[in-house]
């Protein structure tokens, strides 16, 4: 069974080349149907191997932090980092994620309080090598091959 969710890896193919509306429109998808899996699996258990890796999901919020900052959508950007760093951690949370938002965080306040451009703040973000290491390493699994095709590898 294959959710109808969007693309990890074509939204971070969309972050990285600086086509933040599509890269929004992917990665919200994807978050969402991290957000639905969650609920479904307090009830159901896991299915025919279709469930997104938790890891992935948080991977997807950092790049939608990142893909509002760069659209000029501080505050979403803002809000959804500081939601990133107050969640209750888990098992399955990676510890990266925390951090990252930890040091992301001011500067991202600092952008607001000052009017900073868009490109100055992205270049003040700290790095995540997860984004990086994403495209050879995100599931193989996608479950939306159709939103690949309208996005170049």
Known sequence: MSHPHGSLRAGITALKQERYLEAINLLESFCYCCSIQERQERRLSERNGSRADPEECVLARVALIMAYQG????????ALCQELLEEKETPESPPWAREWAAQALPTLKQASEHSMPAEEVMARLPVLRQLEDCQPLCSSRDPAPHLLRSAPL
């Open 71 to 78: 659209s000029g959508d501080l505050e979403r950007s803002t």
